[in-house]
């Protein structure tokens, strides 16, 4: 039976790369082996490697304007102070617009002065703020575009003079902006990308090597770069897998088609939410996230009756962070509008039933 699966991460994969993936343990581009015991420097996985990179660079339309991409390990918490040891010499900022913005401030406070520039903890993270001054001394200005757990988003990326870096775990390829604006974007892969165990970074090269500090081999950019992501030996599976999706992202439509779907499929929900008097949303409206939708019974007594629903019509990974409670329903790229459908008729039936 089809699970519609709304899991925050690891979450869904398209099913035809999940196919593909699982070929390629069986069976690597019809060599006999598997993808997992052949070396990383046969010419079969360094043209995965290869076509990774490329299809990540050209997806974001970031080919030839100075930005490398690799794929590391140690996920997106690692990328919280790498980021720091490579970039922080004397002031830092942090817009803190969740848990893992507040992860990755603290780890930057190991380097330097790292600031906390603006914040919504004051409402449990329930909007992203916006009126805020950025000191002109600063060595970059980092945010979190998407807050998984609170189901925030920012709309607006920040205009600054200095460079931004982004945790864009949970909405990398999702919509279209205008990626060279950043200087730094990482990303998980279990969120829109792959399996866990990879993490993708993104870095305009001229940024680095401007730090005084020495930077041990494995935390540093450059070696990475230069070694094209096999300075050691790099999760294999987890990049082929990534490879796949970034390949059916590109085949239907990259991007900006990704996005009319991801929207539509937001608006969807969102609607269902507003127009159902039993739900509520969490996040406020302007903030909304098109990837991961928070929102709650108004009267808790309904809770087992709803979950009941939703076990019977196969929805599978919708409860809600501790943090927030509730539900939170992630819509990442590979899920279908037909999942929403689905959810937003047990959301329906429960109106019905009460
Ligand atoms: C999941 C997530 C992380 C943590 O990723 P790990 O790969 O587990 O370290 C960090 N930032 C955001 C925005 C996330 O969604």
Redesign the pocket.
């Known amino acids: 039976m089809k699970k519609h699966n709304f899991s ?2 690891p979450s869904i994969l398209p099913r035809s790369v999940i196919e593909q993936a699982s070929n390629g343990i069986l069976n690597i581009n019809n060599s006999n082996l598997s993808l997992l015991e052949i070396s990383h420097r046969s010419k079969d996985f360094v043209e995965i490697m290869d076509r990774a990179t490329t299809l990540a660079l050209d997806l974001l339309n970031l080919n030839n304007k100075g930005y490398k991409a690799i794929f590391l390990q ?5 990328q919280f102070l790498m980021t720091a040891y490579n970039l922080l010499e004397n002031k830092a900022g942090y817009i803190n617009t ?1 848990a ?1 913005s507040t ?1 990755a401030l603290k780890e930057a406070k190991n380097f330097g002065n790292a600031v906390e520039v603006a914040t919504s903890k004051d409402a449990n993270f329930n909007y992203i703020p916006k009126n805020y001054s950025l000191d002109s001394d600063l060595d970059y200005l980092h945010i ?1 575009t ?4 609170f189901g925030t988003q920012f709309h607006d990326i920040p205009k600054t003079n200095t460079n931004l870096i982004c ?4 909405d990398i390829f999702s919509r279209n902006i205008d990626f060279s604006k950043f200087s730094l974007i990482y990303a ?1 892969a ?2 829109n990308m792959g399996p ?1 165990g990879t ?1 993708l970074v993104i870095v305009k090269e001229e940024i680095l090597g401007k730090v005084s500090r020495t930077i041990p081999s494995m935390l540093d950019y450059k070696v990475h770069i230069d070694k094209e992501s096999m300075f050691n030996t790099p999760p294999v599976f987890a990049v082929y897998t990534s490879m796949l999706t970034l390949e059916w992202l590109t085949k239907i439509g990259g991007i900006k088609s990704i996005e009319e779907k991801n929207i539509e499929k937001a608006n969807l929900l969102y609607n269902a939410i507003d127009s159902n008097d039993l739900f509520n949303g969490f996040a406020k409206k302007e903030d909304r996230s098109l990837m991961n939708v928070t929102f709650n019974l108004n009267d808790q007594n309904h809770k087992e009756h709803f979950d009941r629903l939703c076990l019977e019509a196969n929805i599978s990974g919708v409860n809600g962070h501790r943090s927030v409670g509730g539900y939170r329903a992630s819509i990442y790229n590979a899920l279908d509008i037909s999942s929403v459908k689905v959810l937003i008729e047990a959301m329906n039936q429960l109106n019905k039933l009460v």
Do not use: P
């Open positions: 925050a991460g140690g996920g997106a918490s690692m969740g893992w992860k979190t998407n807050n998984t757990i945790d864009m775990s949970s998980g279990q969120k866990a993490t």
